[in-house]
């Protein structure tokens, strides 16, 4: 993951939840940053594993990579499911056939969902499931000759 997206991601979510902020104890003692809360997070999210192997990689418990685990995907929702986390519109779906367009991938949406057309994927995708019902943003593109008014 780029640095600068990282810590677009990491901002936003201790700007949204406090539990990510560093605080001091009673005794003086530094806890843990939002840094390595966000980065154990991220760990298991990518890896698809554990708190109890992340645990030793970012130096905190396993209940606190799972708490981190928990408080980050909530903020993340929260923080960045407007903008990213919502149905395509006719616009991104104009931009995504432009930029293939220029790509010479004209009609290709890309790989929506990361499911790399995996079958299975695409069967339990949600992303799927409104085009399937045959509802999707109305967008005109043609391909081999034949005319498409949905993306």
């Given at each position: 993951m780029a640095r600068h997206l990282?810590?677009?991601i990491q901002e936003g979510v201790v700007a949204h939840d406090p539990y990510f902020e560093c605080?001091?104890?009673?005794?003086g003692k530094r806890g843990f940053s939002s840094y390595q809360k966000c980065t154990a997070a991220i760990h298991m999210?990518?890896?698809?594993?554990p708190g109890d192997l992340v645990d030793e990689y970012v130096r905190m418990s396993e209940s606190t990579?799972?708490?981190?685990?928990?408080n980050f995907c909530k903020a993340v929702v929260a923080v960045f499911g407007p903008e990213y986390l919502r149905q395509p519109n006719?616009?991104?779906?104009?931009?995504?056939?432009?930029?293939?367009?220029?790509?010479?991938f004209p009609g290709m949406l890309g790989s929506i969902d990361?499911?790399?057309?995996?079958?299975?994927?695409?069967q339990s995708s949600p992303v799927f499931a409104r085009?399937?019902?045959g509802h999707s943003p109305p967008v005109n593109f043609e391909?081999?000759?034949?005319?498409?008014?949905?993306?």
């Open positions: 990282f810590n677009r605080e001091t104890d009673a005794l999210l990518a890896y698809g594993i990579c799972l708490l981190s685990l928990y006719a616009a991104d779906t104009e931009r995504l056939l432009a930029t293939n367009a220029a790509r010479v990361c499911s790399h057309n995996d079958t299975n994927m695409l085009p399937a019902e391909i081999n000759g034949h005319q498409y008014n949905k993306g």
